[in-house]
């Protein structure tokens, strides 16, 4: 029986979600869980730069991997014949890498699965299972979008994030500095979740954004980054027209910069890994992603002004510490 009365709840303009056709999902991971256990797949092709958490995820469901080389346009080098029982993951790049522009789905069909985590504006291919994470990109603490056509037999459990939005309300009423603890508390009770349903509140905030001003602010700033940095920029990734990035992926040689931005207040966080392929055969390209990528912030948070604050800073550093 509904309640009526009492305190009020959050305010937040009721729309529909970006991907409203999708199934709406706690994490990226539990999304690649549901793929793999509906689809019973045995083994699946992976980057050998891509973070733990899908190497523990097919870890968790029993799923043999095998790791693949990318090249500097950021393709997988080689050509797998697949089995039926066999998966492709592709990893969109920062939004700025669409499969459809690589083949693969010409290649590997309904075998193929795509890593939109850090694309979540690129719409998905039909037919094609692909998923989205919400945290890379709003403000909330779980959230996941999934495309699939292979529903899972399972009942999912409802998920509740309203204990781990701390560092969000924190973050928006002091610093970034502040909110650094509860953020990290968040961020770890992800870990070794089962899969679930999307928690209400996160459903809440995402039907009220505004999309179209996100996209736009986050395109703009990326064009004025790289207007300004591309020719420091030691790796190249070319814009597709209308791609909406998640960062702006700079790569530097430079001593210690990753240090010097930190302390600059820039803060940067890693999306390409290194420990597996320590402990496996060396993939050249993919240390020197783990080693020089700066991955610059251009969300929606920022204008103009603050990239050019932060271009200023940059290039403060790079021509005047080393």
């Known amino acids: 029986m509904k309640s009526f009365g009492d305190h009020l709840v959050l305010d937040v303009h009721s729309g529909k979600h970006y991907h409203e056709d999708a199934i709406r999902l706690n994490t990226g991971r539990c999304c690649l869980e549901y793929i793999v256990k509906a689809k019973k797949y045995k083994k699946v092709y992976i980057p050998y730069c ?29 050509e797998y014949k697949l089995l039926t029982d066999e998966a492709f993951l592709y990893v969109n790049w920062f939004g700025l890498t ?11 069909g309904k075998n193929l699965i795509v890593d ?55 973050r928006t009423d002091t610093s970034i500095e502040e909110a650094r603890e509860e953020s990290g508390i968040s961020e770890k009770r992800l870990n070794n979740q089962p899969i679930k349903k999307m928690s209400k509140l996160t459903e809440t905030i995402l039907s009220g954004i505004d999309y179209e001003t996100v996209r736009n602010k ?16 030691i790796i190249k990734i070319d ?3 209308g791609a909406v990035p998640m960062r702006y992926p700079f790569f530097s040689d430079k001593f210690k910069l990753r240090e010097k931005l930190i302390e600059n207040k820039i803060y940067i966080r890693p999306y390409f890994y290194s420990s597996e392929y320590e402990k496996t055969a060396h993939d050249k390209f993919a240390e020197k992603l783990a080693e020089y990528s700066m991955l610059l912030p251009v969300n929606q948070r920022y204008d103009e002004d603050d990239m050019v604050e932060m271009v200023k800073r940059i290039k403060s550093i790079l021509n005047n510490k080393y």
């Open 50 to 78: 891509i973070c733990a958490c899908v190497r523990d995820t097919l870890k968790k469901c029993g799923v043999d991997y095998e790791f693949y080389s990318i090249n500097e346009f950021f393709e997988p080098v080689k």
């Open 116 to 170: 939109n985590t850090l694309a979540f504006f690129d719409k998905p291919l039909k037919g094609i299972y692909t998923f989205y994470s919400t945290r890379k990109f709003f403000g909330v603490a779980d959230g996941a979008y999934l495309y699939t056509d292979t529903v899972l037999d399972e009942d999912l459990e409802q998920d509740y994030s309203y204990e781990y939005m701390l560092f969000i309300l924190k």
């Open 239 to 241: 814009y597709p027209e």
């Open 218 to 233: 986050r395109i703009n700033n990326y064009l004025y980054l790289d207007s300004q940095l591309k020719n420091e920029n």
């Open 98 to 108: 669409p499969v459809k522009k690589t083949g693969l789905f010409e290649k590997y």
